[in-house]
């Protein structure tokens, strides 16, 4: 004789009674759904930018605010003349030798745009002719830097002197200041 199953305790897969799965109606969709997932993502992107602005803004102040701005020589703007010791600011980016060939000889505002120029010489001393440039950081009688100008001069014959100018985009302020930054010299 062969072995009998007993029969299925309840109503048997597919039999389409009341506990079949298959059976149940569909749950019910809320509308928002998407909406609600999307306004979601929106705010997350919103504050992802917004900490990222507020780091890199965080970043620059702490740059700005440290008081580690190079220099060689600095015009104060009331007394018309250079002074050697700077305070804080340390020493300008580039080669000694880069640096002693260039000179900062006036800061003002220029009276056409009233913004803030330097101007100066160079003198390479190198043996071959020399491209030079040089930034400059515009500084308020705080020294806090409120501006930068760069100059480029191209192309100065050994043992030769050039002239050069720097115009930067914010006015000098009161008792303020040009300051060298950084020299580059490179073969023309």
């Known amino acids: 004789m062969a072995d009998q199953q007993p029969p299925p305790l309840g109503p048997s897969a597919g039999s389409g009674g009341p506990g079949d799965p298959a059976q149940?109606?569909?749950?019910?969709?809320?509308?928002?759904?998407?909406?609600?997932?999307?306004?979601?993502l929106g705010v997350v992107a919103v504050l992802v930018v917004v900490a990222i602005v507020a780091a890199v803004v965080a970043a620059s102040d702490d740059d700005d605010d440290d008081g580690d701005t190079a220099t060689e020589d600095v015009i104060d703007?009331?007394?018309?003349?250079?002074?050697?010791?700077?305070?804080?600011?340390?020493?300008?980016e580039g080669d000694a030798d880069e640096i002693d060939d260039v000179e900062l000889d006036t800061c003002r505002n220029d009276p056409a745009v009233d913004w803030a120029a330097a101007s100066g010489t160079v003198e390479n001393d190198?043996?071959?002719a020399s491209t030079y440039v040089i930034d400059l950081d515009i500084v308020d009688a705080d020294?806090?830097?409120?501006?930068?100008?760069?100059?480029?001069?191209?192309?100065?014959?050994?043992?030769?002197?050039?002239?050069?100018?720097?115009?930067?985009?914010?006015?000098?302020?009161?008792?303020?200041?040009?300051v060298v930054t950084s020299v580059d010299r490179t073969p023309a």
């Not at 809320?30 to 909406?35: A, L, M, Q, S, V």
């Not at 703007?77 to 020493?91: N, R, S």
């Open 77 to 92: 703007d009331d007394a018309g003349e250079i002074d050697d010791d700077p305070g804080e600011i340390d020493d300008i």
């Open 126 to 128: 190198s043996p071959e």
């Open 24 to 40: 149940w109606p569909p749950p019910e969709r809320k509308g928002g759904t998407n909406k609600g997932m999307l306004i979601g």
């Open 143 to 178: 020294g806090t830097v409120v501006g930068s100008a760069s100059s480029s001069v191209e192309n100065v014959p050994p043992d030769a002197d050039a002239t050069w100018e720097a115009l930067a985009s914010v006015p000098l302020p009161e008792g303020g200041s040009c």
